[in-house]
């Protein structure tokens, strides 16, 4: 189905009723339990995992495909808000022109940072769009550009926003906030009571999820197609692609371009649910996040930059939500000595210290779990299948699920 | 004029003459051996043939065409396909994607975007890539990855690769190195069968005399940097300036 | 025609750049040449480097706060704004040693940390390498750089966990607060290029720190074989030496290095939990200025690029190009790169591929 073969048609039907049913799925908790602070099926969250989401398809598809590691691909993030932002300050808030804008420019960006940086592979390249997003980062956090001209691009230190003194062209009278096309405001949400629960239906998120479902649908063509077993070839063995005549530089570059749009078709997601875009956007930390959500659910695997997505921004959101007093009542039936130790324990990994948890993590799926969430999936199947089947067949290792 | 044309080549590595003078003329269809001691410059030689080095002075064409300052790619595209020392093989992909993109590579050229057509709707490319897979009895291997396979089959995989790309010159550097016999004796048999079944020229850097003296036509004799006999396979033997270089490496 | 005075004008703002570049530079320098044995040895790249500078610097930190133990006495003969007795916080040392050597004691805790950190230094190094990096060896270089950031990200949040988040004050003995007029001392005019004299003493320090590294390798027989392992691991490992517990100590020692810079940075800059990572990015863009694997490049790139970068700051250049100072180095890099991609002293055939 859609040019798809039957494995890959039943993963992206399950990617998209995942994304569809999240504020079901999500949301398994009564609004009065206890257990009401796991729920995860919020606007803000949930419109944070498909975002991201589509910022880590798009990274996997540099990284997982060919290898090469991008250091720097926050700047994509970032100038895709700035697009969006930008679009809201000279035109309306129409978020369809910005969109547009986001994915060109970071394009564009893409095939000039990507043109010098692959020039050099291996850690000189993840070096070197370390270096450009951090001279990226600098040149918005002090305007520099803006300077130059004696204007503001970047609006510095505070971040691009809009002003009721901006142009606004086309701004209609009951335009306030970010809109797709007059149709539908994305802050607008409804609520469904049912029973104990509490369902919240998101304009903003349900749009985001379609460019996600969309946007994965596109990165299994990838996936599927010469390209992208060229690239997957590149990643295997440089050496033996020149000699099959073979030139791996605008292969790179194309896979560096395609994700660097990604990452600003991410980035002017984030302004389209909330008219804001600052510098730290760019910084090397949300580089380095990307890159463990990819490596986390799976490099190379189609589900898993989607699932790390969602792992690292829930128990961010969960983690730096718990205080002492939560972890008193979590180890309430203990006694009191122990109650007390079990939280000077856990206190150093929670709420500030969520970055800690997050390194430790990092650390350890490295480390013991290179082919991270799905790898750890397919083993645990494995085991199952093996007790199930006392003559255990020879597993055959698919490179992407 | 043969198909490759070295003429007066020279490269210094700081203080060493890695090459000096090379000429070298190897005919159309004929299977060309380049033998010599160790650190003859064989290898530099071949670098210099497939584009990775440059040459100080002198000229490289094949098929009439100059190949210096030409990129690796653009020479294979040219028409000269390498085997390396250890197979470089796409290691993490299965024997048949392995093989399907020299033909890829063959149809499409350098570089093309076919981005969003699905690999399964390439029927054509997987037929020839099934077919070639028969020839080299490694069918069954399909679905495989290439690395788990064992080294006499890597071998077989490379240069199939490089056939399914139908090169004219086809370059071996040590093909049969840390082999062991019997996975030998198979490469020569291939080799053999590829030279009997197609137009295509063959120059061979060997150490293994058993393989040189079943396969080459013609040998030239590398030593120090300088060709120092070229003849045919008889007159090599017995020759008193090849013995010489050999004296202390294997016997030839 | 222009007058002479605005030469020597020139001439005044030229050294002061150049003095001021200095102490940037040095800490460029060595944690660049850092990352450069380290690579050079292990061929690992090492993405927490930064956060042993950071260490170091918090052992100065760390040794402040253990020597300026104090305890509370209550003084009757003062009252505090509430009017209670004030509390007078006596440091144990002033209090065993008298007040005399125990401030001066605690006056030269910066310099003391150099011997406090060594030991720390080189075991946290001998820790990672053995505990960590080992068996990292024979991954792709994609999955050191990730172990060692997630090392980092972890190295970096203990600290704050321990030390807050704020920038900690760590001033440098009293002898050398003041500055040095050194215009005049060139016979300038006085007052023109002045220069604090603790980074003129960091600058003395990193130069003997360089010069003992390079010496080191250079003169005894474990660094020529260190020397012949960076060239090619495989022949020295042929001849029976073993290299790997040479490169282990070889990790210690760049460990070591980038811990005594950051402690005698602390002075300078007030240590906070992230300045490690701040240094980290620039030093990795010095290293591949510098050409990878190679220490020379490393430390003549760090010194390069921190006086660039000190020239770039100056007003008159600001004025033309606002914020060039923040970009400088990175633009530098790109340049470099473009037209000599194996940096300024690279060798050939190391990552090329």
Redesign the interface.
């Known amino acids: 189905m859609l040019g798809l073969g039957k494995r890959d048609t039943s993963l992206v039907i399950i990617v998209t009723l995942m994304a569809l049913l999240a504020p079901f799925i999500l949301n398994p908790f009564p609004t009065e339990s206890a257990m009401a602070q796991f729920n995860a099926g919020y606007p803000d969250l949930l419109q944070r995992f498909v975002i991201f989401g589509i910022f880590a398809i798009g990274f996997n598809l540099l990284f997982g495909l060919t290898g090469y590691l991008s250091f720097g691909h926050a700047a994509f993030l970032g100038i895709g808000s700035y697009a969006v932002v930008w679009m809201y300050k000279l035109l309306d808030y129409n978020i369809v022109p910005g969109l547009v804008l986001a994915i060109i420019v970071s394009g564009l960006f893409a095939v000039l940072i990507g043109y010098i940086s692959l020039r050099r592979s291996g850690i000189y390249f993840s070096i070197l769009t370390l270096a450009f997003a951090q001279m990226m980062f600098a040149i918005s956090y002090s305007d520099l550009i803006g300077r130059f001209f004696d204007t503001s691009i970047t609006n510095g230190e505070t971040g691009l926003q809009v002003y009721t003194s901006d142009p606004q062209i086309l701004l209609n009278d009951w335009e306030s906030v970010p809109h797709l096309l007059g149709l539908v405001e994305m802050r607008s949400t409804y609520i469904l009571d049912a029973g104990a629960w509490s369902f919240s239906f998101n304009a903003g998120y349900y749009f985001c999820a379609i460019i996600m479902i969309l946007a994965f649908y596109l990165s299994v063509r990838i996936f599927r197609s010469p390209f992208g077993l060229m690239l997957r070839a590149m990643k295997s063995n440089q050496q033996r692609m020149t000699y099959t005549g073979l030139n791996t530089k605008p292969y790179a570059l194309a896979a560096f371009v395609i994700s660097g749009m990604y990452a600003g078709l991410a980035g002017g997601l984030l302004a389209s649910m909330d008219p804001l875009a600052g510098a730290e956007r760019m910084q090397w930390t949300a580089s380095g996040e990307v890159v463990l959500m990819t490596i986390l659910g799976g490099a190379g695997t189609l589900i898993g930059p989607v699932l790390g997505a969602g792992f690292i921004k829930y128990f961010e959101n969960i983690f730096s939500k718990i205080n002492d007093t939560v972890l008193h009542q979590w180890f309430s039936f203990m006694p009191d000595g122990l109650e007390d130790a079990m939280v000077f324990i856990v206190h150093p990994f929670i709420g500030k210290g969520w970055h800690l948890t997050l390194g430790i993590l990092f650390m350890l799926v490295v480390i013991f779990l290179p082919g991270g969430l799905v790898e750890g999936g397919q083993r645990i199947a494995r085991l199952f299948a093996r007790r199930k089947d006392t003559a255990p067949k020879e597993t055959q290792s698919t490179p992407a699920e | 004029m043969g198909i490759l044309e070295v003429r007066n080549v020279n490269k210094r590595f700081g203080g060493l003459q890695a090459l000096g003078d090379v000429n070298l003329t190897v005919e159309e269809n004929s299977v060309h051996a380049i033998i010599g001691p160790n650190g003859a410059g064989k290898s530099t030689l071949l670098n210099v043939l497939?584009g990775k080095l440059i040459p100080d002075t002198g000229s490289v064409s094949f098929d009439g065409q100059s190949v210096l300052g030409r990129?690796?790619?653009?020479i294979?595209?040219m028409g000269i396909?390498?085997v390396?020392q250890t197979p470089?093989?796409?290691?993490?992909?299965t024997v048949l994607?392995n093989m399907?993109?020299?033909i890829?590579?063959?149809r499409?050229?350098?570089?093309?975007?076919?981005?969003?057509?699905?690999?399964?709707?390439?029927q054509e490319i997987i037929d020839q890539a099934e077919h070639m897979l028969e020839n080299l009895n490694l069918a069954d291997a399909r679905?495989d990855?290439s690395a788990s396979m064992s080294r006499g089959n890597k071998r077989r995989l490379?240069i199939g690769?490089c056939l399914a790309?139908e090169p004219r010159l086809l370059l071996l550097d040590e093909p049969t190195a840390g082999m062991a016999r019997a996975d030998t004796n198979n490469t020569i048999d291939l080799l053999k069968q590829i030279k009997d079944e197609r137009d295509i020229t063959i120059a061979i850097i060997e150490h293994d005399m058993h393989v040189v003296f079943s396969l080459a036509e013609r040998i030239t004799v590398l030593a120090q940097g300088s060709p120092l006999v070229e003849d045919s396979p008889e007159n090599i033997k017995g020759h008193p300036k090849v013995r010489e270089a050999y004296l202390g490496e294997t016997a030839a | 025609m222009i007058p002479v005075s605005h030469w020597v004008g020139t001439m005044d703002a030229i050294l002061l750049q150049v003095l001021n570049g200095l102490d940037k530079g040095s800490a460029y320098a060595l944690i660049a040449l850092g990352l450069t044995l380290i690579f050079g040895t292990l061929g690992v790249v090492n993405f927490a480097h930064g956060a042993l500078f950071m260490i170091g610097a918090f052992c100065a930190v760390t040794l402040q706060r253990i020597l300026t133990f104090s305890y509370v006495t209550l003084d009757e003969t003062q009252k505090d704004f509430l009017g209670n007795p004030l509390k007078v916080e006596t440091p144990y040392l002033e209090g065993w040693f008298g007040y005399d050597i125990g401030h001066a004691i605690i006056d030269w805790s910066v310099p003391l940390a150099i011997l406090f950190s060594i030991p720390i230094m080189v075991a946290i190094g001998f820790i990672m390498e053995r505990g960590l990096i080992k068996h990292f060896y024979n991954r792709p270089h994609a999955d050191q750089i990730l172990v060692t950031f997630g090392l980092a990200i972890v190295l970096q949040e203990v600290i704050k966990y321990f030390y807050g988040a704020n920038p900690i004050p760590t001033p440098a003995p009293d002898m050398f607060r003041g500055s040095l007029d050194f215009g005049a001392m060139l016979g300038l005019e006085p007052n023109a290029v002045i220069y604090p004299y603790w980074r003129l003493v960091y600058f003395g320090f990193s130069a003997i720190i360089i010069g003992a590294v390079f010496a080191f390798l250079q003169f005894t027989t474990f660094g020529m074989v260190v020397r012949a392992g960076m060239a090619d691991r495989e022949t020295v490992g042929l001849l029976g030496i073993n290299i790997d517990k040479r490169f282990t100590i070889m990790f210690g020692i760049a460990a070591a290095v980038a811990g005594l810079a950051g402690v005698m940075y602390a002075p300078i800059n007030s240590p906070n939990y992230h300045m490690g990572m701040d240094f980290l990015v620039l030093s990795f863009v010095v290293v591949v200025v510098g050409g990878m694997g190679s220490l020379p490049g490393a430390v003549l790139a760090g010194f390069l690029l921190g006086i660039l970068e000190s020239f770039a700051s100056m007003n008159e250049i600001k004025a033309i190009l606002p914020g060039i100072d923040q970009i400088i180095i990175y633009l530098v890099a790109i340049i470099i790169l473009l037209t000599r991609p194996r940096g300024l002293m690279g060798r050939k055939g190391v990552m090329e591929d």
């Open positions: 497939v990129k690796p790619f653009e294979n595209q396909s390498r390396f470089e093989i796409f290691g993490d992909l994607e399907m993109i020299p890829f590579a063959k499409d050229g350098a570089f093309r975007m076919h981005a969003v057509n699905s690999i399964s709707g390439e679905h990855h490379e690769m790309q």
